[in-house]
C-alpha cells in the first residue's frame, strides 16, 4: 500500500493450488505490454470494437446523498424509499465520452486488464488502507463480488486431496463450492465468541498426516458477524488465531462482508475506525492473508462488485486467473464505486458517513428484533439468542432438550460416539414453521461438511449432528413483519413443546 | 424456446466433467423453493440488505438513438464521437426505483439466480429466437461476457485427461485457459474456409485411445470471422461439421461473437437474417450445440455480459456453476439488455438496425484496410491477404519462402518430420515491426497447443511451426491510422526480405 514501509511478505509460494502453478500467463497480455516500449506505437494488433462504435454516450447513477447538510443519510433514504410523498436529497456518479470523468467512459468500455481499471483499483485500495492500513506489500484486486472471490481464492490455494479448516458452522453455498474439485472441509468448533483458537490448536498438533491426510493449509473465516451464527471475534482471539496460523503456516481468507455492520452501544463517531475490529489484514506482516470486501452488504447485492486484497505474489496469481475466467469486471460497477470515491462524488468521507449512519440503521433493526423476540419467542422458554455485535443475524437457540420426544441414546457407532434425535426434531420443526408462514433457516444447511478421515479428530464431545438445534433469522427484513414473525416462532415453539 | 415444437434433446450426460458431476446445487437455493409453497410467507431466511437501504434511485444509459427517423445510426454516432461539435441524437435506457421500468430497480440490486434476472433472460431469449430459432428445447443462460462463457462451457465438459477439439489457430487467452485443469488440445486444420471438415473426420476415424489418449468429445470453435484468420464457415462446411460431431458424439462449443458482423455485398436489407450465415445453433437437432453469445462487439467489451444457449440439461448445470462461483450477473447489464429490447428501448427492430448500420461500418473500414493494403503491402509480393467475410481481422500471410535465409532443412526429428526456421524468421520480422513502431500479433502465439500423444496424428503435411507466417490485424482501430500503419507494414516487408 502507498505511504507505508512495507514489511516484504514471506515466501509462501507452496501454497499454490496445482491448477494455479500450471496456470500460464495470457500471452496475449504478455505481449502487449512487450509492445509498449515505445511511444506513439501504431496498433493493428487487438480484437477490440474502436470506442466511437460504443452505443454510448452516459453512464448516470441519481443516488443518496451524504452531503454536509444530510446529517443522518441512511434515515432520510429509508424513509423516502418506502413512500412516495416524501424525498431525500440525491447526488449523480456519472461517466460521460464527452465530459472529464474520473474514469473516461472510452477506457471503461473498453477491455482491461485482470486486476481491473487502475482508477478503480486506486478507489478500494484508499477503502482498504483507511481502515486497515495492512503492514505488508500488500495489493487489491477486484471481484465480481464476494462469492467470485471467495471461489477464486479456493481455486488459486486448493488441489484434489487438500484440507481447508472452516468455522464448523458456515454459509452453505461456500463451503458446497470447492467439494466438486475434492476439497475436505475440516470445521472447527465455534462459540459464542467465534472460531474457538484452542480448538484450531489441537486439531493441528493432533493431525497425523497418516490417518487424517494432507495438512490443512487454509483458513476460511468470516470474523465479523459470522454467516449463520451472527458472532464476531475478539481482538485477542483474532490476534492469537494470527500467531496460530503463522506457527502452522496456514493461509487466511478472511471473508468479511459485514466489517462495516459492526455495532457498538456508543454515540456516532466522526472517525468509525475505533468502533471496528482490527481485521486480520491490519495484522499480516506475512503475507499470509487474503481478504475478501464485498459492497453488497453496504451498498447492494446487485453491484456483483467487490475486491481482494493479498501480498503481491497472490495478486499477481489472482490476476492471472481473472485473465483465464471471468476477465476483469464490468465497466458499469468500477465506473460506480470510482466516481463514488471520487471528488465529484462522495469522497471516503461520504463512504463513511453512509456506513456509520447504515450501521445505526441495522443497530436499531436488531434491537426492535430483540425486543420482540424476548417478548414473543424467549419468553416461552424454548428459545434464546445470543445480542450479535454485527451482521445481520441472530441465530436463535432451540432448547431442544426440554422436548418431550428428545432421545440422546440413538447411537450410530459407525459415525460418532453419541447420536441424539436432534436433527429429526429440527426438521419437524422447521415444517411447523414453513406450515405456519414462516421461513427460517434450519442449522442444520449450515453445518461444514467434515470428511470421513477427519470427523474423529475434529468432533470432541457433542457431535455436531446433535447440536443443530439453532435456526438462522435476520433483522435485514421487513421492519413491519418482524413482530408477526416472530408472533408465529413463539406460537410455533409452544405447539412444538407441548404437543 | 417458446412458440416453437421443441425436438426433445438426446441424453448427452455423460459428457459433463467430474467435477460438474460432483457439484451439488445450493441447498440454500433449493430450500428457498421449497418455502415457495404458500402465498405470504413471512421470511426471516435470507441474508440481503433491505431494498430500501440501497443507496440507489436510479440508473441511466445515454445511447445512440435507432428512432425511425435515424436511418444509418452507426456513421451518424461515429462522426459525433469523433468530433465535439456535431452531436448525434440519442435516447435514455433508465431503471428506476419510484418508476414503473421494465426490470425494477429493488428487484435488480438484489440478489438473484445464476440464470439472471427472468426479465434479462426474456431478453437474450428473443434475440436467439430471433436470429437462430433452434430447433430444440434450448435455454438461455447469462454469462459475464465471452471468455467467462466458454471458460465455464469448458470447466462443464472437461475433465483432466480430456482432449478438445480446436481450430489448428485459435485465440489464445482461451485455448490457455483449460491447459492448467489437463484439458489436452486437438488442433484440426483450418483453409481459408475455416474448419476442413475431411480433417476432422480423418481424426476421429485415425484415433486410438491406447495411442492418444481418450477420445475427443468437444469442438471449440468460432464460425465466423474467426480469431485470428478472419475465416467464416460456409453452409455446406457447417452442415458438415454438425453432421460428423453427431456420428462421433462430440459437443460444439459455437463461439461466435462476431455473428452480427458478416458482412455481404448486397444492399442494407430490412431484415437482416437471410445475410447471416445459419449457426449451429439453428441446426442443434441433439442438443450438443452450446452458443455463447456476447455484447462485446457490437457494444462494448466493458459491458461483460454475455449469454449461453444450450439445451435444458446443460442450462440447469450451467446454472449450478453459476451459483457456485461468480453467482449471477451484475445488475447494471441486466438493466441495459433488459431495457434495450423493452418497448421503451430499442426494441429487437432497433436492436437490428444497429448491428445492420455497424456490419456497414465495419465493411467500409474493412473495404478501405484492404485498399490501403493492396497499394502498400500486397504490392511488395512478400504477403497477401484474403478478404474476411466477417469479424475484425486481416490475416495476412507472409511470403516466408520468398525470404533469401529461409530454410527448410532444420531437422527435428523428436518432434516433427520436417522443420524450417519460419518460427526465427517470423520472430524477426515482429521484431522489426515493433522497432519501426508498428504493432502487430505473430501468427505464432495463435497456435493451439496440441499433447505430445496427438502431435503425429494432427499434423499430416507440414507441421504448424512451419506454417506461422501469418500476422494477425484488425481494421477496428483507428481509421485515419490504417495507412500509416501499413505503410510501416509494407516497408518493414521489403527491408526484411532484401537484407
Known amino acids: 500500500m502507498p505511504g507505508v514501509t512495507a514489511i516484504p511478505a514471506l515466501d509462501l509460494s507452496h501454497h499454490l493450488s496445482l491448477e494455479a502453478r500450471q496456470r500460464r500467463p495470457n500471452a496475449m497480455k504478455m505481449l502487449w505490454r512487450l509492445t509498449k516500449r515505445k511511444p506513439n506505437m501504431i496498433s493493428l494488433g487487438t480484437g477490440d470494437p474502436h470506442y466511437s462504435l460504443y452505443p454510448i454516450k452516459a453512464v448516470h447513477y441519481e443516488v443518496a446523498s451524504t452531503a454536509e447538510d444530510v446529517e443522518d443519510p441512511v434515515s432520510a433514504w429509508r424513509e423516502a424509499s418506502s413512500s412516495s410523498s416524501s424525498s431525500a436529497p440525491t447526488q449523480w456518479f456519472s461517466s460521460s465520452r464527452d465530459e472529464p470523468t474520473s474514469i473516461p467512459l472510452k477506457t471503461a468500455m473498453a477491455y482491461s486488464a485482470g486486476a481491473g481499471l487502475p482508477e478503480a483499483q486506486r478507489a478500494v485500495t484508499s477503502l482498504t488502507q483507511h481502515y486497515h492500513s495492512p503492514p505488508g506489500d500488500h495489493v487489491c484486486t477486484l471481484t465480481l463480488g464476494n462469492m467470485d472471490g471467495v471461489t477464486k481464492l479456493f481455486r488459486l490455494l486448493g488441489s484434489p486431496g487438500d484440507h481447508f479448516l472452516a468455522d464448523e458452522f458456515s454459509f452453505n453455498a461456500l463451503t458446497n463450492a470447492p467439494l466438486s474439485h475434492g476439497i475436505s472441509w475440516v470445521p472447527v468448533k465455534i462459540d459464542k465468541g467465534g472460531l474457538v483458537p484452542e480448538e484450531l490448536e489441537r486439531i493441528m498438533e493432533e493431525w497425523e498426516e497418516s490417518v487424517h491426510g494432507k495438512r490443512p493449509h487454509v483458513l476460511y473465516t468470516v470474523p465479523s458477524g459470522q454467516n449463520p451464527t451472527g458472532c464476531t471475534l475478539s481482538v485477542e482471539r483474532r490476534k492469537r488465531i494470527y500467531e496460530l496460523c503463522h506457527r502452522y503456516d496456514i493461509m487466511i481468507i478472511e471473508d468479511d462482508p459485514y466489517y462495516s455492520l459492526q455495532y457498538a452501544d456508543e454515540e456516532l463517531s466522526e472517525d468509525s475506525r475505533h468502533l471496528l475490529m482490527p481485521s486480520f489484514l491490519s495484522m499480516d506482516v506475512d503475507g499470509r492473508v487474503l481478504r475478501v470486501d464485498s459492497f453488497s452488504k453496504i451498498m447492494m447485492p446487485g453491484m456483483r462488485l467487490g475486491w481482494i486484497t493479498s501480498s503481491q505474489f497472490f495478486h499477481e496469481h489472482l490476476v492471472t486467473l481473472n485473465d483465464s475466467s471471468t476477465q476483469h469486471p464490468h465497466a458499469f460497477g468500477q465506473i460506480f464505486v470510482t466516481e463514488m470515491l471520487s471528488s465529484s462524488g462522495w469522497q471516503l468521507e461520504g463512504f463513511d458517513k453512509w456506513t456509520r449512519s447504515l450501521r445505526r440503521e441495522y443497530q436499531r433493526r436488531r434491537d426492535i428484533f430483540l425486543e420482540h423476540f424476548e417478548k414473543e419467542v424467549a419468553s416461552t422458554g424454548y428459545a434464546s439468542a445470543e445480542r450479535p455485535q454485527a451482521g445481520m443475524f441472530v441465530w436463535i437457540k432451540v432448547h431442544i432438550r426440554q422436548h418431550p420426544r428428545y432421545r440422546c441414546d440413538v447411537r ?56 443443530v438445534n439453532f435456526l438462522r433469522t435476520t433483522f435485514a427484513g421487513e421492519e413491519a413483519l418482524m413482530q408477526p414473525a416472530l408472533v408465529i416462532l413463539g406460537q410455533v415453539l409452544k405447539e412444538f413443546f407441548q404437543k
Open 412 to 467: 450410530d457407532t459407525l459415525k460418532s460416539p453419541m447420536r441424539s434425535n436432534v436433527p429429526e426434531l429440527m426438521d419437524e420443526l422447521f415444517e411447523q414453521c414453513l406450515d405456519a408462514g414462516l421461513v427460517v433457516m434450519p442449522g442444520s444447511i449450515f453445518v461444514a461438511p467434515a470428511s470421513e478421515s477427519t470427523l474423529k479428530l475434529v468432533e470432541r464431545g457433542v457431535p455436531i449432528q446433535d447440536r
